[in-house]
């Protein structure tokens, strides 16, 4: 079956007895994006609390402090997140996302870093969350940037990982965490970086398959 960015930015019918679909139709897709878009909604500065301007600077529109001696300039920029191929002999780790934006879609065990912390640190401890897997990373597999998160645009740093501990059990930020053969891997793929890395893996596999296989031939 083959696997499918979600692009879809509608809300499910309201049902307030389902909480899943309660948080999803709750959402406020098209405000958020509309806030993402428009700076992230800032109208003043953080700094002295005088109004933002808008003022074109190196080929970009950026916002700038209207008073002249404060020198605050708000770059608009992508959000760090860190994350974690993982995959075994039982398939690929995936994650069933259970907060908005798109609730109820996979993805791999990722999420944003947190001020003190590494990549590697954020994608370990994003897993333990998510999974209830301690895992240990192995290597970088790749970098990804993403705008299809409503919230933010991102850059995603994913590795690749193995399992030295834990119990696989969805945590408080996914309903199901499941490994899935790569021929298997569900349509509802969250994000376009997570179904591009998992094309990626499918593509790093099939060659390395037909590495050993020629190998073998001789």
């Known amino acids: 079956m083959a696997d499918k960015s979600n692009s879809s930015q509608d809300s499910p019918p309201h049902d307030s007895s389902n909480p899943t679909i309660s948080k999803q139709a709750d959402f406020r897709y098209q405000e958020m994006v509309a806030r993402k878009n428009n ?3 800032y109208r003043f500065c953080p700094w002295c609390a005088e109004e933002l301007l808008r003022r074109e600077m190196d080929g970009h529109v950026r916002l700038v402090c209207s008073k002249s001696t404060c020198g605050f300039i708000f770059y608009h920029n992508p959000i760090p997140g860190a994350g974690v191929i993982i995959y075994t002999e039982k398939g690929m780790l995936l994650v069933k996302r259970a907060h908005p934006p ?9 999420g944003y870093m947190e001020w003190a912390e590494s990549p590697k640190e954020a994608a370990v401890r994003e897993t333990k969350e998510e999974t209830g897997l301690i895992v240990e990373i192995d290597s970088l597999f790749d970098v ?6 409503p919230r933010t ?8 990982a193995h399992i030295v501990g834990g119990k696989l059990e969805a945590g408080d930020d996914a309903l199901e965490a499941e490994f899935f053969q790569l021929d298997n891997i569900p349509e509802d793929i969250a994000f376009v970086a997570h179904h591009q890395a998992i094309a990626d ?8 398959t037909l590495t050993e296989s020629k190998s073998t031939l001789g």
Do not use: I
């Not at 990804?144 to 998160?149: L, T």
């Not at 893996?201 to 390395?208: D, I, P």
């Open 39 to 41: 700076f992230n909604g």
């Open 102 to 110: 798109r609730v109820g879609s996979w993805c791999l065990p990722a």
């Open 144 to 149: 990804y940037s993403g705008d299809d998160d």
């Open 153 to 160: 645009n991102a850059v995603l740093t994913l590795y690749e």
């Open 201 to 208: 893996l499918r593509s790093r596999v099939e060659a390395k």
